[in-house]
């Protein structure tokens, strides 16, 4: 049961580490005959920068950065087989002729890379997040079951209507194919509406398709059929599903196999491709694109239970794929040598790194930029609308400014000050591009609040940004000096061309009078250890974010404190992305911690702290209280850079000191002012 075919990879040059290193990732493999370099795919997902429903030139740039870069397959994010006027999302639409150009040209790149090139088309049924024009339009489904998440009563699809749709996704198959794409997949899974029909909990229809396994899966297959029909015998054609979520109106693995497996023996698909997730509900959609909170390798035990029911079956010619939350080459390489997967995938990891698989390649894994898992950039930008990014790497979806990093046309000495994360992502890219790079920090070890971040309960693999800027200032030779607290005479003993202030923030403590009597600490020292905490405590969560729910459950959990979490918003995370807050929501309360939103800090007293509710200015009072913990913002600060003014040629401040914000933008302007220089 091995990922590799035994007659594969005989021939295979082992004086290339990357093939000692990871001998199934880079071995070549097929899919209905169509030959793939290695078995390493960049997987579908929503980029945010299409333009007028087609693939978008910023779109196509971004792709190219990771086609240039050994990946064996790319797959194109989600098309809608229905036009998509009125709806100003970022989608795209393979309803019209307009959709081949863009495609021909991505076709035109992968082929000169020997990549292979998938299409992707789906339809999301009652889980529709658009509006056309402003206004909802009506949903459709098997049946009239309401969608729980987006609050949709959708109108039960008669059969002409199914059948109207069955020839939509035959005939944008067939436009993609002429645009020279290599495979067709179907977005089954994640609760959209190949899936809702699939699901007995919302296909509630009594005839042919319904009311049976049979009856339910009718639908795909004859949408399989059609497509295949469309597009003739060469290009691979196959479908993605959700074996098992967490929505109640989900798919059951034991099902989802037979089904799988029923599909795959009736000849009508090639390929299989195993994701997580459910759009449905506000647990499932979380797991669609899985946080630090969800283990690596999400994807995998499904995908090894359809994998081994076709083995079983012995169906051999029907390849597994997976994608989701694989971030290193070390976890793909075992998933296909213990046979869970025959090729797998990953998103996250190629947007952290789009160099992933030419550095696994070439023995140069170390160098990989590891993906977090933290979400922010990736999925965060994507719901509000904006083309995905990452913290990390903020060159993805800006690869025709940033996208190659040149040598300065002159050598200068640069001096950085404050070693956080945006102050080491200047200094590595500074140094990268030639100049002489001095980073100083006064703390002895630099990070700056990422130390403090990674301390909160399931985020310890936020600490992976300093590990990786670390790789980063190490590998370009900046010359690092810590436990230095800088000056002006000291910025100026280094005789500096350029001077770059990022010396980040402190927390903000509101008027000491307001809290007389009352035993106030912040949330920075309860992370440090450094505040003795009573049994009943209230955090004042004024920022919103992730620090105050992450103190209020590692006091909860870690010191059986009675935690009250008084929100300055709508609800808990209000300012984190919607995935994320919905999970700080679901373990909150998993943990027993009240949270009480639409509350502003006023005061505190011995045993009392004095809120008013923000949109009446009602007062409320919560008594008994011990110990008040102030998750209250930052304050940044400018004095040494304002003491530089008109004492150096070149100065710049970034990150926190010039405003508190998070690390993405600490990065972002730590990247943007070293290209500057």
Same mark, same amino acid.
Request: charged share 20%; with cysteine; aromatic share 6%.
């Given at each position: ?9 005989? +021939? ?14 880079? +071995? ?25 429903? $087609?693939? *978008? ?12 870069? /050994? ?59 658009? !509006? ?8 459709? #489904?098997?049946? =009239? ?19 109207? !749709? ?59 059929? =059609?497509?295949?029909?469309? %597009? ?25 196999? =037979? ?10 698909? /090639?390929?299989?491709?195993? #994701?997580? *997730? ?18 690596? *390798? ?9 994998? +081994? ?49 030419? &550095?696994? &390649? ?50 200068? +000495? ?58 980063? %200032? ?15 005479? $000291? ?6 061309? @350029? ?31 450094? #505040? ?22 590692? !006091? ?8 009250? $979490? =008084? ?16 999970? !700080? ?5 998993? #943990? ?29 009072? $919560?008594?008994? @209280? ?10 940044g600060g400018l004095g040494l850079h304002d003491a530089l003014v008109g004492e150096v040629p070149e100065l710049y401040a970034i990150g926190d000191c010039l405003s508190p914000r998070t690390v993405e933008e600490a990065i972002s302007e730590g990247m943007e002012t070293a290209f500057l220089l």
């Amino acid at each position: 049961l091995g990922g590799s075919d035994p007659s594969v990879g005989r +021939s295979r040059d082992r004086r290339d580490p990357g093939l000692m290193d990871f001998p199934e990732l880079f +071995s070549p493999t097929e899919i209905r005959g169509i030959p793939f370099k290695n078995r390493l795919f960049f997987g579908p997902h929503g980029t945010g920068m299409s333009e007028g429903g $087609l693939l *978008g030139a910023r779109q196509i740039a971004y792709y190219e950065a990771r086609i240039r870069n /050994d990946i064996g397959l790319i797959f194109t994010e989600a098309h809608h087989v229905e036009p998509l006027e009125g709806i100003v999302y970022p989608t795209c639409s393979a309803a019209t002729d307009a959709c081949i150009p863009a495609l021909a040209e991505m076709a035109a790149l992968c082929e000169t890379h020997d990549v292979r090139f998938f299409g992707q088309l789906f339809h999301e049924g009652r889980s529709a997040l658009s !509006l056309r024009d402003g206004r909802r339009e009506v949903t459709v #489904a098997p049946s =009239a079951i309401p969608d729980e998440r987006h609050h949709t009563v959708p109108r039960a699809m008669t059969v002409p209507m199914i059948e109207e !749709l069955v020839g939509h996704f035959a005939t944008a198959a067939e436009r993609m194919v002429r645009a020279g794409v290599d495979g067709i997949e179907i977005l089954v899974g994640m609760g959209y509406l190949h899936a809702q029909f699939l699901s007995p909990h919302v296909n509630q229809r009594t005839d042919d398709y319904g009311g049976s396994p049979e009856g339910r899966r009718r639908f795909l297959e004859e949408t399989l059929i =059609a497509i295949r029909n469309a %597009i003739g015998d060469r290009p691979a054609l196959g479908f993605r599903i959700v074996p098992q979520d967490d929505d109640p109106d989900g798919l059951d693995l034991e099902e989802s196999v =037979a089904q799988c497996v029923a599909i795959a023996d009736a000849g009508v698909c /090639d390929f299989i491709n195993i #994701a997580v *997730g459910n759009v449905s509900t506000l647990a499932g959609v979380p797991s669609i694109v899985p946080s630090m909170y969800t283990p690596a *390798g999400a994807c995998l035990p499904p995908a090894r239970a359809v994998r +081994s029911a076709l083995i079983e079956r012995g169906i051999d010619n029907v390849k597994v794929l997976a994608a989701g939350r694989i971030n290193q080459p070390q976890e793909a390489e075992r998933a296909l040598a213990e046979g869970d997967v025959d090729m797998v995938g990953a998103v996250r990891a190629f947007i952290a790194d789009h160099e992933f698989a030419t &550095k696994a &390649k070439q023995g140069r894994a170390d160098e990989i930029r590891a993906c977090i898992a933290c979400n922010q950039a990736c999925i965060g930008h994507r719901a509000t609308g904006h083309a995905i990014s990452c913290i990390q790497h903020p060159a993805t979806s800006r690869e025709r400014t940033y996208g190659n990093v040149d040598t300065a046309p002159k050598q200068k +000495s640069v001096v950085v000050v404050g070693g956080g994360p945006g102050g080491m992502k200047a200094a590595a890219v500074a140094a990268e591009r030639g100049h002489a790079v001095t980073l100083i920090e006064k703390a002895p070890r630099l990070g700056g609040q990422v130390l403090l971040a990674q301390k909160l309960p399931g985020r310890a693999e936020f600490g992976g940004v300093i590990t990786n800027l670390l790789s980063e %200032i190490d590998r370009y030779g900046v010359t690092v000096e810590t436990g230095v607290a800088a000056t002006t005479e $000291l910025v100026h003993q280094h005789r500096p061309d @350029v001077v770059i202030i990022a010396t980040g923030a402190t927390p903000f403590v509101p008027n000491p009078e307001w809290f007389e009597g009352a035993h106030v600490v912040t949330a920075w020292e309860v992370l440090r250890g450094e #505040a003795t905490v009573g049994k009943n405590v209230v955090v004042a969560d004024w920022r919103c974010d992730w620090i105050g729910p992450g103190v209020a459950e590692l !006091l909860r959990v870690d010191q059986r404190c009675d935690v009250r $979490l =008084a929100v300055n918003g709508e609800t808990v995370g209000y300012t984190v992305q919607n995935y994320l807050k919905y999970q !700080l929501a679901g373990r909150l309360h998993a #943990a027993g911690v009240e949270v009480i939103p639409y509350m502003r800090l006023i005061g505190a007293d011995q045993d009392t702290v004095y809120l008013q509710h923000v949109v009446n200015a009602q007062p409320v009072l $919560l008594e008994g @209280v011990d110990t008040l913990v102030l998750a209250s913002g930052h304050r940044g600060g400018l004095g040494l850079h304002d003491a530089l003014v008109g004492e150096v040629p070149e100065l710049y401040a970034i990150g926190d000191c010039l405003s508190p914000r998070t690390v993405e933008e600490a990065i972002s302007e730590g990247m943007e002012t070293a290209f500057l220089l």
